[in-house]
């Protein structure tokens, strides 16, 4: 059977059959969308957060590595095990990535933790946090229960303030939201709201 694929603006009138699956495109041909999506964090920075005067008690933010699926703006959708599509009319205003590392940074930054963003500065932080953005994806596998899912594994390396030893540290951390619907607007707020769990367990982990 040949799946017909629905243009965004055709999705009002057809609201009903919502529940046989995604609202996506496979191909890049769609027309420019209306606006662009960007996360933003919940855990605000306040003014002067993170001043010091210790090497050592920075933490250097790189932008997360990619699979393939994620070198691109337009948003993944998996519809089977081993099947991956793209939101019709969903485009963010950067590489989810990118995103996602601001959001880490101002996450650590609310935190009380000092941040040298890569972009900005040259100096070398006193701890480094690289990772892997492996899934940041609409999963509508289960049509009635469709969920988004951030999944960030993290590299943490260098010395610790106050005298710590040199060390390197690995871990994964991952959170899943639901979506009330899977119009783009929708999706890119249950992403925002799992993106942030997963920066706020990352900012436990380096604090501790």
Not at 127 to 134: A, C, D, E, V
């Amino acid at each position: 059977m040949t799946r017909r694929l629905l243009p965004l603006l055709a999705v009002a009138p057809l609201l009903g059959v919502a529940a046989c699956g995604p609202i996506v495109q496979i191909g890049g041909n769609a027309k420019a969308p209306a606006s662009l999506l960007a996360l933003r964090a919940t855990a605000v920075p306040q003014p002067g957060a993170g001043a010091t005067t210790d090497p050592h008690a920075t933490v250097l933010v790189l932008v997360p590595a990619v699979p393939g699926m994620l070198q691109t703006l337009r948003q993944p959708v998996i519809t089977g095990d081993t099947t991956i599509e793209y939101l019709t009319g969903a485009s963010w205003a950067e590489q989810p990535n990118r995103e996602f590392q601001r959001v880490l940074a101002d996450t650590l930054q609310a935190k009380g933790i000092p941040v040298l963003d890569p972009r900005q500065s040259t100096a070398a932080g006193g701890r480094t946090l690289s990772g892997t953005l492996l899934d940041f994806s609409l999963d509508v596998r289960s049509p009635s229960a469709a969920v988004v899912r951030v999944r960030y594994d993290a590299a943490l390396t260098g010395t610790a303030p106050k005298g710590g030893t040199a060390s390197f540290a690995v871990r994964r951390f991952d959170a899943s939201a639901p979506v009330t619907s899977q119009l783009p607007n929708d999706v890119a707020i249950a992403l925002n709201t799992a993106a942030n769990q997963v920066a706020a367990q990352v900012a436990d982990w380096v604090a501790h």
